[in-house]
């Protein structure tokens, strides 16, 4: 089944130490995205790729960093994570612009950063 | 910018009972309108969508009608089961292009055997 991936589920690291969290599509979509959902929140985009394209949202703290090697993959870079970083981050894929009616966004079971 | 709100909860039904969530935004034009869930510890699953006025986007046993007169996307299910418990999401394009989802805050249902 196609689909959205994220790896590790469970993720535990230091305060400071850098951390990546990686996520993968099966769906060929041309646009990722990395959102952060805290404790009892709505999800919150951290930023998105469109193809090789990447789009940063305003407010999002200079210590988040992502890469996208290819298609299938992006990644979610967190240079000196602090304990206000401990969050569940979600992927999500979608084949277009959310603007057009037939797109979607799917997202991958989400990875749930601790920070010690 | 476009926005969306969602009644609050913990809304807690017994099984078998019938839900509603509301839903209403704030847009310009008439973007595509989604609820998506989250079950504990889990990623958001896609329930339904609608992209045009009138609309009704069903799944499950959940229907929602975009409605531009009220600008509302309420989520309904006659007979709630306990495995219905979850947090549910109403959610927008943010606009501009290809910039996310706009969610609202998340209902969480709770639903009692």
């Known amino acids: 089944d196609a689909m959205v991936i994220q790896n590790p589920r469970y993720q535990v690291t230091q305060f400071g130490k850098p951390v990546t969290l990686s996520c993968s599509q099966t769906?060929?979509?041309?646009?990722m995205y990395w959102y952060q959902q805290k404790s009892s929140q709505a999800p919150k985009l951290l930023f998105h790729?469109?193809?090789?394209?990447?789009?940063n949202e305003a407010d999002t703290p200079d210590n988040f960093q992502s890469r996208r090697p290819n298609t299938s993959f992006c990644f979610l870079d967190i240079r000196s994570p602090g304990l206000g970083d401990a969050a569940m981050y979600l992927c999500?894929?979608?084949?277009?612009?959310?603007?057009?009616?037939?797109?979607?966004?799917?997202f991958g079971p989400g990875t749930r950063l601790l920070v010690l | 910018g476009d926005s969306v709100t969602q009644m609050e909860g913990p809304v807690t039904l017994s099984e078998e009972a019938f839900l509603t969530i509301n839903c209403t935004y704030t847009?310009?034009?008439?973007?595509?309108l989604f609820w998506y869930v989250q079950y504990p510890g889990e990623g958001l699953q896609l329930l339904l969508k609608?992209?045009?006025?009138?609309d009704k986007g069903s799944n499950k046993g959940f229907e929602a009608t975009y409605r531009k007169e009220t600008t509302s996307f309420h989520l309904e299910k006659g007979s709630v089961q306990v495995s219905d418990s979850a947090v549910y999401f109403c959610?927008?394009?943010?606009?501009?292009?290809?910039?996310?989802?706009?969610f609202g805050k998340g209902t969480h249902l709770i639903i009692q055997p």
């Open positions: 959610a927008l394009p943010s606009g501009g292009g290809a910039d996310g989802l706009t």
């Open positions: 999500a894929t979608s084949l277009g612009r959310l603007a057009g009616p037939q797109e979607t966004q799917y």
């Open positions: 847009a310009t034009g008439y973007p595509s």
């Open positions: 769906l060929n979509h041309n646009v």
């Open positions: 790729y469109y193809d090789k394209d990447f789009n």
């Open positions: 609608a992209t045009k006025a009138d």
